[in-house]
Every structure is written in structure tokens, then in C-alpha cells.
């Protein structure tokens, strides 16, 4: 890693970011990734953008499924974080509680939930940014996980 590269890091863990699973489901199986470079993009139409590591295999998973479900991550699911971050596991679903919610993976606890639809991809470096137009959003508590300066962090209100 050069100078630049390793300057950049430590100035993004600087920057606060949110924590969500992205999943879809292609051919019956569910499927997901941990995301960080998740934001509201518009309102009218209400959309997200979102990135994903091009190494991951994601990007095709989402290509096929077509769709894509956004759960924003409360406050205690660090461990659900990290279990989708991690690429060695053959299914990241085994030890989640989950459902079908408009036919994608619908993590319990989350805090929030967006099913998104007519998904654009466009090239970003080493990642892939996505597009998604919202369709379905709903909330459910108001502690979401944060990543920064290299941790998790309970965002709860008024702290």
C-alpha cells in the first residue's frame, strides 16, 4: 500500500458511516454482504446509492436477482455485521434470524428496511455503485450500528 493509500484510510475511518446488509435472493437462495457506503440519494423518486467491493461477487448475485433488500442494522448486530463481512462463511444466513419480506432477505431487528427495485450499476474504482429506486421502506426502533475510526458504535439517540 503507498503513502496516499494509506493516508486515505485513515482519513475515511474518520468519517462516521452507516452499517447495512444488502441481500437479494437468486434461484431460491438468499444471499448478502455487509455494506458501509450506503446513503439516501433522492426523495422524489426515493432512491439509495450504495457500493460494493467488486471481489466479493455481490454485483453479479444482484445482477441476476434484479432486486435488493437494504437492512440498516440496529444498535446490537455487530455480530450480524461482521458474519456478512466475513468471506469465508459458506452461509451467512445459518445463525440470522430472518424472513421473506416481499420475497428478499429480511434480517430480524434491523431498523430499517428499503426493498429496492430497477438497480443501475455504474463503475467506482475497485467497487461498483448501485442505484436503487425504493418501493417499500419501513422502521423499527431508532438505534442503528455505526462503523468508525475502526468500531462499531451504537447510534442512539441523544448520545
Not at 503513502?3 to 447495512?20: G, K, N, Q, Y
Request: hydrophobic content about 40%.
Amino acid at each position: 500500500m503507498n503513502e496516499l493509500e494509506v493516508a486515505f484510510r485513515e482519513a475515511m475511518a474518520r468519517v462516521p458511516a452507516p452499517v447495512t446488509v444488502v441481500t437479494t435472493e437468486v434461484d431460491g437462495q438468499p444471499t448478502g454482504t455487509t455494506v458501509s457506503a450506503f446513503a439516501s440519494l433522492s426523495i422524489h423518486p426515493p432512491m439509495v446509492v450504495f457500493a460494493l467491493d467488486n471481489r466479493g461477487g455481490m454485483v453479479e448475485r444482484l445482477r441476476a436477482g434484479g432486486r435488493a433488500g437494504i437492512n440498516v442494522l440496529a444498535g446490537g448486530q455487530s455480530d450480524v455485521a461482521m458474519r456478512f463481512a466475513s468471506r469465508h462463511l459458506p452461509d451467512r444466513f445459518a445463525e440470522v434470524v430472518w424472513h421473506r419480506d416481499h420475497g428478499l432477505p429480511h434480517i430480524q431487528g434491523a431498523v430499517a428496511w428499503l426493498e429496492c427495485e430497477d438497480l443501475q450499476f455504474l463503475p467506482g474504482g475497485d467497487h461498483t455503485i448501485v442505484l436503487g429506486t425504493v418501493v417499500v421502506a419501513s422502521t423499527d426502533g431508532e438505534s442503528s450500528l455505526g462503523y468508525h475510526l475502526r468500531e462499531f458504535r451504537d447510534n442512539r439517540p441523544g448520545t
